[in-house]
């Protein structure tokens, strides 16, 4: 028993050691992934050169042996043929090398493979690509669909580890397999290697011509899985919308077209892989059967021994067998291969340094934020904002209306860094925030927008988002002064989780638009940053909820800088100043109740909304 035990133990330290090989998340500041394929795998692959140098050694080991035991063979031959007693040296080699050599071998080549390199190098891969892309801007992941997205850096890891492993074992061993093969052969007489020679010649031209043939349609049939993919989460996001427009045949058919052209191109790499396959059955054919030939004719003019012919057909046989083995996962490599140069799309797309050389942390004593002269314009569209110059104090509420399309999100993108401005320079307590480092920039802001982001996680994890070590009194604070306590202490999901701990469900699905902007309202408060901006922020609320929040935040918000987005005009007649913009300018700015005197811009949105609320 005390023997198994410690079996198992060791057994379970060599494992433990395999998979320590490869650091599979590594620090990954400021990391630029290669957008070369050939670049990109010798970039994972040097990070994980320890078992891959194992199993190159290991498989040229294992493929000579392969080929060392038809050599043995013929030795033996010719020793039953010479009626001989004795057993050489050679044969006992050869029994070890059956009953140990070889399958400790193979066993270690099928360790490194499962536990240092299978599931390392996926993990690796996708780490790292994840931390590349979350760096991209905001404007990067509005311009693809999600889904595509995540697939490509779910899938792009297996695809890039199943090409190397193929290409460690199977071709690495193919190639070993050749050399010693036509060293053998030309021991026994250097004339047989030449229908070998011939067979890596045609073998090549053939890889010449359809190499390029297959990676095209590979890459062609990875796009089209992945238009797929995207196309099934966006119909799977939006299903509600599908079902209440009645759109189920419509959208079925939008499917069906991304599964019969992902189908075509498929079935366009295998055509491929066919006609590669015929064209190697016709040429090993040829090997065996030239090698047949020229070693009966060697035969009779007494240049080889009889007992050769054991090892003779067993090489070539092998050769042709493997060959064939690897052309049967050829399709499945350049499937692989295309969805790894699928994935370096979006995984290796260049995008703008966000923080300069010389960053630094942004500074905030007395919060004040200053636009000058700023211009920015969306690609391949007008301008969003033309030079806007306004300042706004420190502890000063600020509002920002007008029509849709006028401009605001923008300035608070700008702000944020989302978007990096065209002309002019903004800057917070006299600081240009393109000199200081995001990281310190978004601290210092907190944002609740009307697009709400309630993460799939426990209630808790979304109030903390943006202060993770936070504990759970000032949490159950945050979200008392939201508004949000009541209706999160009688929560419960389906696990059987209750209140904080309960999950939110994907995008807050779980909670009314009501309930998801207390939630972030929550989080904004216990982030506790010198300026918050109010993206819409109250506009899910009922009227007297808005009003009951209003009262609550007020007292919370004095000391704050405030910037305040808001069609409703009724949440912010009380700021300090309005701002309003009209085509990406400054038309208007001052207080409700001058900006109502001016009887201007602003004044006509008011008396619209006054008017529709008496009707």
């Not at 309005?578 to 001058?594: A, K, Y």
Request: glycine share 6%; net charge neutral.
């Amino acid at each position: 028993m005390s023997s198994e035990v410690s079996s198992e133990g060791l057994f379970g330290r060599l494992i433990n050691w395999l998979q320590q090989l490869v650091a599979i998340t590594p620090a990954v500041e400021n990391i630029v992934l290669p957008d070369r394929i050939g670049k990109f795998y010798c970039f994972f692959l040097i990070q994980a050169w320890r078992p891959l140098l194992w199993l190159l050694a290991i498989g040229t080991a294992v493929a000579t042996a392969d080929a060392i035991i038809p050599v043995a063979i013929s030795h033996f031959v010719q020793l039953l043929g010479e009626n001989s007693t004795s057993f050489p040296t050679s044969t006992v080699a050869v029994i070890v090398l059956f009953m140990l050599a070889h399958p400790l071998l193979t066993s270690a080549q099928r360790l490194i493979v499962n536990h240092s390199i299978s599931a390392n190098i996926a993990t690796l891969v996708r780490w790292q690509s994840h931390s590349y892309i979350a760096r991209q801007p905001i404007s990067f992941f509005n311009s693809d669909l999600t889904g595509k997205l995540a697939n490509r850096v779910l899938q792009t890891g297996p695809a890039l580890r199943d090409t190397i492993v193929t290409v460690v074992t199977s071709v690495w061993y193919i190639v070993i397999f050749i050399a010693t093969t036509i060293f053998f052969l030309a021991q026994a007489d250097v004339r047989l290697i030449v229908p070998t020679l011939i067979w890596v010649i045609s073998y090549l031209l053939l890889l010449r011509v359809f190499l390029p043939r297959m990676n095209r349609h590979s890459r062609d049939m990875s796009s089209m899985r992945s238009l797929v993919s995207g196309r099934l989460v966006d119909s799977y996001s939006n299903i509600q919308t599908v079902k209440l427009y009645s759109h189920d045949g419509s959208e079925n058919s939008y499917i069906k077209h991304g599964l019969v052209t992902h189908n075509e191109a498929n079935q366009k790499l295998l055509a491929q892989n066919s006609f590669f396959g015929t064209a190697l059955s016709f040429i090993n054919g040829t090997l065996i059967s030239s090698t047949l030939a020229l070693s009966l004719w060697l035969s009779k003019n007494h240049a080889v021994e009889p007992s050769q012919f054991a090892m003779i057909l067993p090489l070539v046989w092998h050769i042709a067998n493997t060959s064939t083995a690897i052309t049967q996962q050829m399709s499945s490599i350049f499937e692989n291969f295309g969805v790894v140069q699928e994935g370096m799309r979006s995984i290796t797309a260049p995008f703008p340094p966000e923080d300069g050389s010389c960053s630094e942390e942004l500074r905030v004593h007395e919060p004040t934020v200053v636009f000058q002269n700023v211009t920015f314009r969306y690609p391949r569209s007008s301008a969003a904002v033309v030079s806007l110059n306004f300042s706004i104090n420190s502890h000063e509420r600020v509002a920002i209306v007008g029509s849709s399309g006028a401009g605001k999100s923008t300035i608070i993108g700008l702000l944020l860094r989302l978007y990096e401005a065209d002309q002019g320079t903004v800057s917070i307590c006299g600081q240009d925030i393109r000199s200081v480092s995001v990281r310190s920039l978004r601290a210092s802001i907190a944002v609740v927008s009307q697009e709400t982001s309630i993460l799939n996680r426990s209630v808790f994890d979304n109030i903390s988002f943006g202060m993770p070590h936070t504990s759970a009194s000032e949490v159950v604070e945050a979200a008392t002064m939201a508004g949000a306590h009541e209706f999160i202490r009688q929560l419960r999901d389906k696990d059987g989780r209750v209140g904080y701990a309960a999950h939110a469900g994907e995008r807050g699905v779980k909670f009314s638009g009501g309930q998801r902007q207390r939630i972030a309202i929550a989080r904004a408060l216990l982030k506790n940053s010198p300026i918050i901006v109010l993206d819409e922020a109250t506009s899910a609320l009922d009227s007297e909820s808005e009003f009951e929040l209003k009262k609550r935040l007020e007292p919370l918000l004095r000391h704050k800088t405030v910037i305040a987005i808001a069609h409703r005009l009724g949440t912010i007649k009380d700021f300090d100043r309005i701002i309003v913009l009209e085509g990406g300018r400054i038309v208007e700015m001052g207080s409700h109740e001058q900006l109502l005197r001016s009887e201007g811009r602003y004044a006509l949105l008011w008396n619209r909304q006054i008017e529709g609320i008496s009707n």
